[in-house]
């Protein structure tokens, strides 16, 4: 894509697009952006992986187009046409996911059209896409919705595990028995309001981790 | 990012609106039928499964035409309607229409052993989004041979479970039929008595969704009251 470019293509910078949102830069638990579907599609692993792998193609794509248009679009209906690129996006996944993975849409229902609301796309479009190319937005693009996709599956994981007894599906405390000494699934794991408390959980446990994260008064 | 004058930005917003309206037109138009064969191919499995066929998007098709004798359509007085596919009659449009002019699918299905199932599809309200199953039941119009569901957007884990095979594997061996008294079958929250033949469990959490089930049950099968009584065997 950039051959007259003297950077190569993946520079120290350039992964660092890719790593940074995985740790420090993450954007649910650093940035904490794009909660709402964070706890929407959280409740079982499979939905949030395909949530994770749905934003990764709209936000790397949407990263790249209004990169490569940046400097054609008018700073006063920026945020419209970010909308359009992000909507027409999309909408272009949900109907190839309703031709050619129409179980996976199923479950996704409603959610896939809710990637449009989704803070971390129209963040990184406004704080990235429009004042860098087009590789380095592709990149970026990737690394914030492997960031996003990380968080996912580690909350889809203690939620599944915790309030359904399975792991993707598969019932693994069935399997051990646990039902038998008169354990129970914790049905409130299923619910919302545990989503946050997980997501609490990471913070809390990252910058335990990582001081330098934590705001100075 | 430098100013750009008004002209400029009508035409650069008209020219995008536009080139993505064809885009998105062209997408929809080249998937669709793709889009409306994997319903169709989804509406087969479900009819099947309801019979306790397992298949595949690969032999749907050919294990529906395989193990599917007969579709029709009746109305409420029991009588058939000619010239009404019934694969193709949408529950949600006929339930607009009023009682008597409303068109209701009958699928009848031969099993390998010969026996004859008749499944009635169903359709009404979860929580957030329509819910719709078929019922299959045994020639004497009341014992349920296998059942169902399945969902738009029930919340998963929640009321989205109406579609797994532990709650609609509950449903065999009930009977709509009490005594002659069609009394359908509840979906009971806090434990069904096992050996109650019109109860099954309902979902803990997923209320609203279980009692939307046992509506459209009651709502659905009471229409084809007068089909059961004169076809009962």
Not at chain 1, 52 to 58: D, E, H, Y
Request: proline letters at 4%; charged letters at 20%.
């Amino acid at each position: 894509m950039e051959k007259i470019e003297k950077e190569p293509l993946l520079s120290a910078k350039n992964i660092k697009l890719m790593t940074g949102p995985l740790g420090d830069q993450n954007p649910i638990t650093v940035q904490v952006l794009g909660i709402c579907s964070a706890l929407a599609v959280t409740v079982k692993m499979k939905p949030a992986i395909v949530m994770a792998i749905s934003v990764m193609v709209v936000l790397a794509i949407s990263n790249v187009i209004i990169s490569a248009m940046r400097k054609s679009i008018p700073g006063r209906i920026r945020i419209i046409v970010q909308l359009v690129v992000i909507a027409t996006m999309v909408i272009i996944v949900d109907q190839f996911l309703k031709a050619f993975a129409f179980d996976v849409s199923k479950q996704l229902s409603v959610f896939v059209g809710l990637i449009i609301t989704n803070c971390i796309i129209m963040g990184r479009l406004e704080a990235f896409a429009l004042a860098n190319k087009p590789w380095p937005a592709f990149l970026d693009g990737l690394g914030n919705s492997w960031g996003y996709g990380l968080i996912l599956i580690i909350v889809s994981f203690f939620r599944e595990f915790l309030g359904s007894g399975s792991i993707m599906g598969f019932p693994v405390m069935e399997k051990m028995g646990v039902y038998n000494f008169g354990y129970e699934d914790n049905g409130f794991m299923i619910l919302p309001p545990m989503a946050l408390i997980t997501v609490g959980l990471i913070i809390w446990f990252q910058r335990s981790r990582n001081k330098s994260l934590i705001e100075t008064k | 990012m430098k100013d750009f004058s008004n002209r400029y930005i009508f035409i650069f917003s008209v020219v995008m609106v536009v080139s993505v309206a064809i885009l998105l037109s062209l997408t929809a138009l080249l998937l669709q039928p793709r889009q409306e064969k994997n319903v169709e191919t989804e509406k087969k499995m479900n009819i099947l499964s309801s019979i306790n066929i397992t298949s595949t998007k690969v032999d749907a098709v050919a294990l529906y035409d395989r193990y599917i004798r007969e579709s029709f359509v009746i109305n409420t007085g029991g009588q058939r309607i000619q010239g009404v596919d019934a694969f193709s009659v949408s529950l949600r449009a006929e339930h607009k229409k009023p009682l008597e002019q409303q068109s209701l699918p009958v699928f009848t299905a031969v099993m390998d052993n010969g026996d004859t199932q008749h499944i009635y599809p169903l359709e009404g309200k979860g929580l957030w989004w329509p819910i719709w199953g078929y019922v299959a039941l045994r020639p004497d119009m009341s014992t349920i041979a296998g059942a169902t569901f399945d969902h738009k957007g029930e919340t998963p884990g929640l009321g989205a479970e109406i579609n797994t095979t532990p709650f609609e594997s509950q449903f065999l061996d009930k009977s709509l039929y009490e005594d002659g008294r069609f009394v359908s079958v509840a979906v009971v929250k806090g434990g069904a008595e096992k050996s109650d033949r019109h109860e099954v469990d309902g979902i803990s959490g997923g209320t609203i969704t279980s009692k939307g089930l046992e509506a459209m049950l009651r709502e659905g099968l009471v229409k084809y009251e007068k089909y059961f009584d004169d076809n009962r065997r």
